[in-house]
């Protein structure tokens, strides 16, 4: 079955540092990845997406991921961490389910410190 | 215009009462979800309307029902509330089905059964 795994409940990062967010896909196929984020009190925004082709995506914020089929790894990362990416990070794969959804991590919190 | 409208945004139910959560968007999406979010867990698809047709997850299929009496709308109702059905739900549209289209989400109703 399809799933997504995002290992790390919670990191903490100082601003101007650089970030890593892991995520491991479970998928038969050629998956299709996103990342979206959370900001407090608002809804989940797409941060960045995969498709077939360049292995690296570049998003919005400064944000860029890395796909790995030889890993079923699309790790999220950003050069340069600002105290407005406090948020929750979701990585999801598409699935077929009677049409395409998203199937999501459990998220990883991101706490940036002064 | 990318907005995805969830009402209301806080819901208190008491147990074994109906709960009926409401969700629009201006966007003239095709498709329309229905995600369930409890803390440290992954968003849950339960359903999701595609035009007229519902689609609705196999282990909520008896929990949950939804109509969409047009492009715009969309509900989402418990019959009869329980303690488990305490938690964040996501209402999200997209533009047709398929692995590229991006999801909007709202900013989802937390609702509390008591």
């Known amino acids: 079955a399809q799933s997504v795994t995002q290992p790390d409940a919670r990191v903490t990062v100082s601003e101007g540092a650089s970030l890593q967010l892991r995520c491991k896909y479970s998928?038969?196929?050629?998956?299709?990845l996103f990342w979206y984020v959370q900001y407090p009190r608002q809804g989940l925004q797409l941060l960045l997406k995969y498709y077939p082709g360049d292995p690296v995506v570049q998003g919005v914020n400064g944000f860029e991921a890395e796909f790995s089929k030889s890993n079923s790894s699309f790790h999220l990362r950003k050069a340069s961490v600002h105290w407005s990416d406090w948020a929750v990070y979701f990585c999801a794969v598409s699935s077929y389910q009677g049409g395409r959804a998203l199937i999501f991590g459990t998220g990883t919190t991101v706490s940036v410190s002064p | 215009d990318t907005t995805v409208k969830q009402n209301p945004r806080y819901k208190l139910a008491r147990v074994g009462k109906p709960v009926n959560l409401i969700c629009s968007q201006t966007m003239n999406h095709d498709t329309m979800y229905w995600y369930q979010k409890k803390p440290n867990q992954a968003p849950k698809l339960l359903l999701f309307y595609y035009d007229k047709i519902l689609n609705r997850e196999a282990d909520t299929f008896e929990k949950f029902q939804s109509s969409r009496p047009n492009n715009s709308f969309c509900s989402l109702y418990i019959g009869s509330a329980g303690l488990e059905y305490s938690a964040m739900y996501l209402c999200a549209s997209s533009r047709g089905l398929g692995d590229q289209n991006t999801l909007y989400f709202g900013a989802g109703t937390r609702l509390s059964v008591l």
């Open positions: 998928y038969f196929g050629t998956p299709y």
